[in-house]
Each structure stands twice: as structure tokens, then as C-alpha cells.
Antibody, heavy 123, light 107 residues
Framework: DVELVQSGGGLVQPGGSLTLSCAAS????????MSWVRQAPGRGLELVSF???????YFVDSVKGRFAVSRDKSQNTLFLQMNSLRPEDTALYFC?????????????????WGQGTLVTVSS | DIQLTQSPSFLSASVGDRVTITCRAS??????VAWYQQKPGKAPKLLIY???TLQSGVPSRFSGSGSGTDFTLTISGLQPEDFATYFC?????????FGPGTKVDLK
């Protein structure tokens, strides 16, 4: 089955660092647009980042300069490196593949999604 | 950024009801909308993309419509497993923003 399995996350103090992993099955991370989406407790969904190995990269303003994305081709895994963490980064983090229609590149959708991993930033 | 609003925010319904959720964009976004279902503590699940295209494996009681700024998600014959929160997402312009969600619970 096409799926994403996440790992990492946990409790970290403000100013600390954490790396999230997102391992793909039945498709190649390196040839797809991939994203990270977060959901703060009781809140909605926020696109944190998307990336493509071809160079396209986006980070939401609130994490620019603090978060980075990388891929390991041999493990078929996407990573989110989070530095200088703040309490407001506390959220459930999801990875998701971004599909783009070949007929109309404006048509996109996020599928599949990882199961989510909780990041708590607190002293 | 393109802002999305959803109405209602909360909806109480019974099994078998027809439910309609509306998503409105702050500017025209063609048909570049996706809809997701999320249950507590779980990942969102894609239901519909391109405003009206049903994702493979999603029951046909789910349907979407709309273009421009106004979009709807309809569930025709609510089932017990459909009690969840529903989000729309605009995919026209980055950042690809999500609506605030509509929670559908049991009346």
C-alpha cells in the first residue's frame, strides 16, 4: 500500500532541536512534492513546508531560518529538522505527499498522509 | 494569503441525514479545492479534489461542487463513521491554506 510512516517527536525544551522522520512505501520520496503540515492543539491545519528534489521549497514565515527539510534516498525517507523550537511550535505534525494533476497543474491534493507525531515544546 | 471560511463551524445531525458544508474563499480559486475528513488524533483523509472529483475508495455519498469562491461538500445519507471534522483546502496559491473546519457530530 502507498503509505507514510512517521517517527520522532516528543517533549523538548524551548530553544531545543528535534528531527521528525517520514518513511514512504510504494512510492519514491525523491521524485514527489512532499509536505509537512501541523495542527496545534484544538486548532486547524497549517502548511509548514513543502519541498521537491528539483529545488522548489517553501517554509511558512514563522519557521523560516529554524526548520529545514532533507531526504535520504536510500531510506526513502523525508526529514524535518526543527531548531530553536518555541512553545508555539507545539503541534501534531503530519507529512503528506502532494499530488499534482498532469492535465492541470493547478489541481493538487495531499495524499497519503502520515499518522502524525506530537511535538511538545515546554520547560 | 487566500483566506477560507467554512460554515457552519459545528453541525449536529442524525444517521441518514443529508449534510451540506460550505467553504468560501477570499478570492477566486477556480476549482482548486480539496476536501478532507479528520477524526480525533488521526491524519486527515482526502475525500475530494478539484472541487468535485471523488478520491478513489471514498464512498459515493460524498460529493463536492463549486467554482470561483464558493464550494460545497455534501454527504447524502450520513453514516456513523462520517461523524468527524471536515476541512477544505485551497490549492491555487501558496501557502496552500486550509479552512477552519466543520465538526459534524451526533444529534
Amino acid at each position: 500500500d502507498v503509505e507514510l510512516v512517521q517517527s520522532g517527536g516528543g517533549l523538548v525544551q524551548p530553544g531545543g532541536s528535534l528531527t521528525l522522520s517520514c518513511a514512504a512505501s510504494e512510492f519514491t520520496v525523491n521524485t514527489n512534492y512532499m509536505s509537512w503540515v501541523r495542527q496545534a492543539p484544538g486548532r486547524g491545519l497549517e502548511l509548514v513546508s513543502f519541498t521537491h528534489s528539483g529545488g522548489d521549497t517553501y517554509f511558512v514565515d514563522s519557521v523560516k531560518g529554524r526548520f529545514a527539510v532533507s531526504r535520504d534516498k536510500s531510506q526513502n525517507t523525508l526529514f524535518l529538522q526543527m531548531n530553536s523550537l518555541r512553545p508555539e511550535d507545539t503541534a501534531l505534525y503530519f507529512c503528506a505527499r502532494i499530488r499534482i494533476s498532469t492535465a492541470d497543474t493547478g489541481v493538487k491534493w495531499f495524499d497519503p498522509w502520515g499518522q502524525g507525531t506530537l511535538v511538545t515544546v515546554s520547560s | 494569503d487566500i483566506q477560507l471560511t467554512q460554515s457552519p463551524s459545528f453541525l449536529s445531525a442524525s444517521v441518514g441525514d443529508r449534510v451540506t458544508i460550505t467553504c468560501r474563499a477570499s478570492q477566486g480559486i477556480n476549482n482548486y479545492v480539496a476536501w478532507y475528513q479528520q477524526k480525533p488524533g488521526k491524519a486527515p483523509k482526502l475525500l475530494i479534489y478539484a472541487a468535485a472529483t471523488l478520491q478513489s475508495g471514498v464512498p459515493s455519498r460524498f460529493s463536492g461542487s463549486g467554482s470561483g469562491t464558493d464550494f460545497t461538500l455534501t454527504i447524502s445519507g450520513l453514516q456513523p463513521e462520517d461523524f468527524a471534522t471536515y476541512f477544505c483546502q485551497q490549492v491555487k496559491t501558496y501557502p496552500l491554506t486550509f479552512g477552519p473546519g466543520t465538526k459534524v457530530d451526533l444529534k
